[in-house]
């Protein structure tokens, strides 16, 4: 049977990799639907070579560009930023939705789609840090799937096969380190975006390869295991493994400890998710064991990089601290990006706004949409501190 795909993240670094999957197997996946930001010229490529049903953009004037280079008919076909995305997550005809929108904004398009039972096929982790437990809880009821498409949790979903739920000791959650693991505290002072962006293994997306870069991504990645998983988040570990061939791995009581390995690729995991439960044959290089490089591994320096700390910490305190780390996070990557901040800061910006915040129950998504949009107006503010505090040093020493 064909699977119909809605794909929210469509022009994303998941979202083409999806679609390549999808190429390879033209009588087995459909794209439905697709939501994207800005970048026409590629959703256009996309909408030729697809042909979905429906499509959302990010606002009013990228639509009007888009139905402007489609065929006539168009007008009514493009859709416009959440409510837009929310519609394609439940567009009747999916089977699946590929929940690919980088950061808060892939929420409420996810929670429709299981709203309106379809299973999700998850790449977009601020969905479960954000809201874990409202849902999870629209899983159970809705009856559908949760697959995760990060490697990690995608390692340790079919890692989980060897054993029972109740016979886990441990989650280890392996991370690259990124490209700044071997520099010192006092170097990470001085390093640029565009070291940053320059990930040693992975090709990703902005936000994210910075995210990797401060080890907030794999912060991230241990409240979304807690309730992917349903583990203590003390039971939970990370360690670095720069060859990013184990991608993670799953000790049980007995002391057997079972790992998924592969090439760093994430087509892998994606077209894992895609067939569930089948395995379909992908056209890639196979893991050579006889020339991979030793494997290494050990454990973060929470000195150098405290955003993964920050992360077990919000974990642990749960409400809505998670919410307001990730909306904090995602203001000062942009601000670092931009030449705002200071590499470091990152951490700051995000600590400084977690304290700040008034913290409740994530009793309902309003509840965690306010925290969120209060967490970014407090982040924007420490940016805005810590820019006057580097211009007023500069200040003081010029001649």
Avoid at 126 to 150: F, S, Y
Avoid at 260 to 278: H, K, N, T
Avoid at 336 to 345: D, N, S, V, Y
Avoid at 359 to 379: C, E, G, N, Q, S
Wanted: glycine content about 8%.
């Amino acid at each position: 049977m064909t699977k119909n795909i809605s794909l929210l993240g469509s022009t994303g670094s998941i979202g083409c990799n999806v679609l390549d999957v999808v190429r390879q197997y033209p009588g087995r996946f459909r794209v439905v639907g697709m939501a994207a930001g800005g970048n026409i010229r590629l959703l256009r490529e996309q909408i030729e070579a697809f042909h979905p049903l429906l499509v959302s953009v990010a606002d009013d004037a990228v639509a009007g560009e888009l139905i402007q280079s489609l065929p006539p008919g168009w007008g009514e076909r493009v859709l416009v930023g959440r409510a837009g995305n929310e519609e394609v997550a439940a567009l009747d005809e999916a089977d699946l939705v590929v929940s690919a929108i980088v950061g808060a904004a892939g929420l409420t398009p996810t929670m429709a789609g299981i709203e309106a039972g379809k299973d999700i096929a998850l790449a977009n982790k601020e969905t479960l840090v954000m809201a874990g437990e409202l849902v999870m809880n629209a899983v159970a009821r809705k009856q559908v799937q949760l697959l995760p498409i990060d490697s990690e949790h995608n390692a340790i979903a079919q890692s989980l096969s060897a054993g029972r739920h109740q016979d886990i000791h441990r989650l280890i959650l392996t991370a690259s380190g990124g490209p700044f693991r071997d520099k010192s505290t006092r170097d990470l002072w001085e390093v640029t975006p565009e070291q940053a962006l320059n990930h040693p293994n992975w090709s990703m997306g902005r936000k994210i390869s910075i995210d990797s870069a401060t080890l907030m991504n794999k912060g991230l990645e241990v409240i979304e295991a807690h309730w992917l998983f349903g583990v203590p988040v003390e039971k939970i570990e990370v360690l670095i493994h720069p060859q990013s061939i184990v991608h993670s791995m799953v000790e049980y009581i007995d002391g057997s400890v079972i790992s998924q390995m592969g090439i760093p690729d994430m087509r892998v995991p994606i077209v894992y998710a895609l067939s569930y439960p089948e395995r379909l044959r992908l056209d890639l290089p196979r893991l050579n064991l006889t020339k991979t490089a030793n494997l290494s591994f050990f454990p973060p320096d929470f000195t150098r990089f405290p955003a993964l700390e920050l992360a077990y910490k919000a974990c642990k305190r749960g409400g809505t601290r998670p919410a307001a780390l990730n909306a904090a996070n995602e203001v000062a990557v942009e601000a670092f990006l931009q030449g705002k901040i200071r590499f470091p800061e990152i951490a700051l910006v995000v600590t400084e706004t977690v304290n700040r915040i008034e913290h409740k129950p994530v009793d309902r998504i309003a509840t965690v949409l306010a925290v969120d949009l209060a967490a970014r107006m407090m982040a924007e503010s420490v940016v805005e501190s810590l820019m006057i505090k580097a211009k007023q040093k500069r200040n003081k020493v010029t001649p």
